[in-house]
């Protein structure tokens, strides 16, 4: 159970770039990683406006001085500084999350970035060398992975509970872009424009959070093969997909397959993952986040829920509240950035074997990501054909 007790020994001096007012994931981070005390925010470069940016900054009690133009101003002066930043996290559009985790890197900062990390494979790979180079944490906040139920379903798959593992089924899909809302709506506007969203939409922006799902739940399954078809629905957003299909075969032949969309009319959200097995099924559900639906085959079906004590324990070690209460996003999130801390404590102590045990989604997963969408744009843009992993 979490009382709010800081879990690090001492809070790490932290800044952001982006997520500044009007933003859509922003407070979510602070939120986030200001909940527990593993964190405090000292600076930042919130805005791509300098003004607004500085603004912004003195709302959320940041000092003046401490409030930069840009991120390089930010890293320079902040390494002059005795009580400099540790810590930074990114959280502006994908066309920014390459050259500002490298800058922050080679600053000798940890990073958390938003997701996709960056645009290319290669570039990925780029960051995951310095990082190792510069003895850093690089993470990315697929930010439902700190859930406890996702923790539960792991364990369960672990303990043979469905059986042998037969075949994974993931979706996010929303409706909120059904019409070319862009055109109003500049969050929206560089999401479908590939010079700042890189190769792919719902591929980059959406699959790839339940797929990191997928990979907390059955760390064993690699991908051998897999067939992407993406459209777009509002046709001003080629060669951007607002709707994907995945068919992915795994390794010992279990197959799995991933809907992405923006135009599911009528849908709130639609993040799903349901894992099949010889013995029975689990699915979960990121609009009903506190249950867990258990189907053993020939039995009636079973609702889990958060908080209960027939979950394993480490289900319930990031409980902040007990059954009954919802906790959805902004508890899980909190749960990744405290881990994100303890991380980056162990890291610095270089106590490495520790970091392994904290469940993070960290470089491993942010070059995932990327490989992935690589692979099924490249298999897309061959006209929807079977291509190795690569
Ligand atoms: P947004 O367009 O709503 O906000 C972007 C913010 O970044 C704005 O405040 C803008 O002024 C600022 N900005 C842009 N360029 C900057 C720069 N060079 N320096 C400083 N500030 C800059 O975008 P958003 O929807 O908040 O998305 C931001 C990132 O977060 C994207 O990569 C997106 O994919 C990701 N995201 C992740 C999740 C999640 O669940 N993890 C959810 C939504 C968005």
């Not at 739940?217 to 690699?222: D, E, T």
């Not at 986040?289 to 189907?295: G, M, S, T, W």
């Not at 409980?319 to 508890?331: A, C, N, T």
């Not at 520790?354 to 490989?371: N, Q, S």
Request: net charge negative; charged share 25%; proline share 4%.
């Amino acid at each position: 159970m979490i009382y709010g007790e800081r879990k690090v020994k001492a809070p790490i001096r932290w800044a952001m770039v982006g997520g500044g007012k009007g933003s859509q994931i922003g407070y979510i981070h602070r939120s986030a990683a200001l909940r527990d005390h593993s964190f405090q925010l000292v600076a930042g470069a919130f805005d791509l406006d300098p003004e607004r940016g500085r603004e912004f900054g003195a709302g959320l009690q940041v000092e003046p001085e401490r409030c930069y133009a840009d991120y390089q101003t930010l890293f320079a002066a902040e390494a002059k500084r005795e009580d400099g930043i540790q810590a930074v996290s990114i959280a502006t559009p994908n066309g920014t999350h390459f050259a500002i985790s490298k800058a922050a890197l080679e600053a000798g900062l940890h990073v958390v970035c938003e997701k996709p990390l960056c645009f290319t494979l290669a570039e990925a790979e780029e960051l995951r060398a310095l990082a190792e180079r510069r003895q850093r944490m690089l993470c990315v906040t697929y930010g439902y992975a700190g859930h406890q139920l996702i923790t539960q379903a792991r364990a369960m798959i672990a303990n043979g509970e469905l059986g042998e593992i037969r075949m994974v089924h993931m979706q996010f899909a929303h409706g909120f872009h059904s019409e070319a809302v862009e055109q109003g709506n500049p969050s929206t506007q560089w999401r479908v424009d590939p010079r700042y969203a890189g190769p792919s939409y719902v591929l980059g922006d959406l699959a790839t959070h339940p797929l990191y799902l997928s990979e907390v739940m059955l760390p064993q399954l690699k991908i051998e093969k897999l067939l992407c078809a993406r459209q777009s629905f509002v046709r001003s957003r080629a060669p951007l997909e607002d709707n994907a299909y995945v068919l992915m075969q795994y390794s010992g032949g279990v197959m799995g397959h991933v809907w992405a969309s923006a135009v599911n009319a009528g849908s709130m959200h639609g993040q799903k993952i349901r894992v099949i097995g010889s013995r029975a099924s689990l699915e979960w559900w990121d609009e009903q986040p506190n249950q867990l639906r258990f189907e053993i085959q020939g039995e009636p079906a079973r609702i889990l829920e958060r908080g209960m004590g027939y979950l394993y324990p480490e289900a319930l070690e990031d409980d902040r509240i007990g059954g009954g209460h919802p906790e959805g996003l902004f508890e899980s999130w909190s749960n990744l950035y405290y881990r994100f801390a303890l991380a980056m404590e162990a890291c610095d102590a270089g106590e490495h074997d520790r970091v392994k045990t904290l469940h993070i989604p960290g470089i491993e997963a942010g070059v995932a990501g990327v490989r992935w969408v690589e692979n099924c744009v490249r298999s897309a843009d061959l006209g929807a054909v079977w291509v190795d992993y690569r």
